[in-house]
């Protein structure tokens, strides 16, 4: 990816970060999006903690203030990376923090919030950046899927299908899902790449800890987060005219591939030892 530029939105923490790291040990030049610049007190990373981190490894970010539920930041986010940066290839639509409601229960604010980051906020920013990657001649996009998209079997429902507050978010998902395929053949003749890939396990990443649905320790639940960067650097580096359309999740997308998953640093295989260990 070296000399490619990406835009990662929610790129302060979790899957974001990951996916940022990966691109930056490529060769991108990356622009992260958040809502805060300096740390909250809700979750730990900030936008200015994942930018030093690639600069000490040799690469280039920038942070971009700005929330993707509102209109004009959306906008804003595409125009300052590009101009930040001369050029914009990718845009990787991950930003969103799940809020685990019944829709009996669920406010109209909690509602707009879950559909303008899961839905809204990647079409917008998907119609601002396909002009400046098709004056490139070629561009990717990858929206952050789930496997809460399937849905669940039933009856009788498991107990989180019935009362974990999920389907609003679930429901977005399946749109996202949908949206990328139709958008993937809207823009072939293009060369613009979109595709959407989704974890096959949940990822500890800050947030979903905090809504206590993973359980503690090791388990087959649970997904490294480098399984998910690999897959978003492979399909954001593959050829646009054949690598696309695809929705599906990081360890099938790598096995069909056959790409083996690597560190954040890109520096190791991920069953290797850091350097000097084992």
Request: proline share 7%; with cysteine.
């Amino acid at each position: 990816m070296k000399g490619r530029v990406a835009l990662v939105t929610g790129g302060s923490r979790g899957i974001g970060r990951a996916i940022a790291l990966r691109m930056a040990s490529a060769g991108a030049a990356v622009a992260v999006t958040g809502r805060s610049l300096e740390r909250t007190a809700t979750f730990p990373g900030t936008l200015l903690e994942i930018v030093a981190e690639i600069e000490a490894g040799g690469g280039r970010a920038h942070a971009i203030q700005g929330d993707v539920t509102d209109s004009a930041d959306r906008r804003r986010m595409v125009e300052e990376a590009h101009a930040h940066f001369g050029r914009l290839d990718v845009l990787v639509n991950n930003a969103g923090t799940a809020d685990y409601v019944t829709i009996a229960e669920m406010s109209p604010e909690i509602c707009d919030r879950t559909v303008g980051q899961y839905f809204l906020a990647p079409l917008e920013l998907s119609q601002h950046a396909v002009p400046r990657m098709r004056e490139q001649g070629e561009g990717w996009i990858l929206n952050i899927g789930s496997a809460t998209a399937l849905p669940p079997p039933g009856p009788p429902f498991d107990p989180f299908s019935r009362g974990g507050g999920l389907t609003l978010y679930a429901s977005m998902k399946a749109a996202l899902h949908r949206f990328s395929v139709g958008l993937a053949a809207e823009l072939h003749a293009d060369r613009i790449a979109v595709n959407c890939v989704g974890p096959v396990g949940a990822v500890r990443t800050p947030s979903v800890e905090a809504a206590g649905v993973i359980p503690e320790g090791p388990s087959d639940m649970v997904e490294p987060v480098e399984f998910m960067a690999e897959a978003a650097l492979a399909l954001c580096s593959g050829d646009p005219a054949e690598l696309t359309g695809r929705v599906g999740f990081s360890k099938p997308i790598l096995e069909q591939l056959g790409r083996a998953v690597r560190s954040l640093d890109g520096k190791r295989l991920l069953d290797e030892p850091p350097a000097g260990e084992g």
